[in-house]
């Protein structure tokens, strides 16, 4: 004999999709006390975990013409569970002793969606996994090696966007776009620890793989980041060095790479960047980036924007840091909106470190979320 079901099973069956439309039925029939009636659906989804179904649908009589109600017919988006799947988004890891779900498996877009639909009952679990995992603390920077003979864009998504700690500080960021009574959207803040990794992954890369002009643009880029605002890591101190170095030795005779590399050693010997020189805090020339327009040297100065010495600005791509000089080639994400480079160049093929930042960090690195084109809306 079996057991009788228990409470919970009873009120997850309830809440069923079929159980609620099966319902509104009889509470329609009742309102217009009409003995039979119809529901028509229109179209059903099923939300990016899994577990939530929303349907479309209209209730009508079945019965004789003489019940006329088209003056109240309107069409309901219907949600509820998938049958037999109450408990499904259980199932992808968001529990105190599980890994969190990383961002290539799942998106950004389907944890909000979920939190929206099942909310605290979703929500106090990812705050429970998140707040196991950041108790470990965050991920050390010395830890990330490149092994020879290493698929380098997998390298890149191992390291950046795999880790628990740096998906608790993507997800933590993501409950703050749920909306709330009288509260919008607020902006993600920029994490300096998802930051960090990622520039040790692009500079663990062996420099090989940096022959190309735009690899080494990005060599270069990335490295300057780490020694302008993350100097504080020995870790990105050793790896910028020796990406000027090898650039310093790689590139025509004309471009030189002094003043990096005198960066490097002042902020060494500083330790506090109180004692760095006032013009290097206020920025510097780059040595290998020059304005489209009227070729002059960029200026190193702020992350997010990008400024020659003749005053022409253009953005910065998020993950790159390279100036955005088309619009037309570049990508946003649909949740932080984070602006980035385009992965392919009509005519060009895209290769080495190039190809492994554009492969590997294919997902926000900032919050895990998809990038949309213009082409792909």
């Not at 217009?32 to 939530?52: K, N």
């Not at 880790?163 to 009574?181: D, F, G, H, S």
């Not at 030795?249 to 109180?274: Q, Y």
């Amino acid at each position: 004999m079996q057991d009788a079901p228990t409470e919970e099973l009873e009120k997850n069956v309830s809440l069923t999709w079929p159980a609620i439309l099966a319902e509104m039925k009889q509470d329609y029939m009742s309102e217009y006390d009409i003995p039979m009636a119809l529901v028509r659906s229109y179209g059903l989804a099923v939300s990016p975990l899994g577990g939530i179904t929303a349907i479309a649908t209209s209730l009508h009589p079945k019965v004789s013409l003489e019940y006329t109600t088209a003056n109240t017919e309107r069409t309901t988006i219907t949600f509820g569970f998938a049958p037999g799947s109450s408990g499904c988004w259980r199932s992808f890891g968001f529990t105190p002793d599980g890994a969190l779900p990383n961002p290539i498996t799942t998106a950004t877009e389907a944890v909000i969606l979920e939190s929206v639909a099942l909310g605290k009952a979703f929500t106090s679990r990812v705050h429970a996994a998140i707040s196991t995992v950041t108790a470990d603390g965050n991920p050390r920077l010395e830890g990330i090696t490149f092994n020879p003979g290493e698929d380098a864009e997998e390298f890149m998504a191992k390291h950046t966007l795999l880790p628990n700690p740096l998906n608790a500080l993507r997800y933590t960021a993501v409950l703050q776009r749920i909306p709330k009574p009288n509260r919008k959207y607020e902006l993600l803040p920029e994490n300096p620890h998802i930051t960090a990794a990622s520039i040790v992954s692009a500079l663990s890369v062996p420099h090989d793989l940096c022959i190309d002009a735009d690899s080494k643009r990005i060599l270069y880029s990335l490295a300057c980041v780490g020694i302008m605002g993350l100097y504080s890591s020995s870790t990105i101190l050793d790896l910028g060095e020796s990406a000027f170095t090898w650039l310093d030795a790689n590139t025509p005779a004309e471009i030189r790479f002094e003043l990096e590399l005198s960066i490097v050693a002042m902020r060494r010997r500083a330790g506090d960047s109180a004692e760095m020189p006032a013009n290097v805090e206020n920025g510097f020339v780059s040595s290998l980036e020059r304005c489209v327009i009227c070729a002059a040297g960029m200026v190193w100065r702020d992350l997010r924007i990008a400024e020659c010495t003749a005053g022409h600005r253009f953005s910065r791509c998020a993950i790159t840091f390279l100036p955005i000089t088309d619009p037309m080639t570049t990508r946003e994400c649909t949740v932080c909106a984070w602006t980035v480079l385009g992965a392919t160049v009509e005519d060009k093929e895209v290769v080495g470190l190039a190809k492994a930042v554009f492969g590997g960090w294919e997902v926000c690195l900032r919050c895990g979320g998809r990038y949309w084109t213009e082409e792909s809306s």
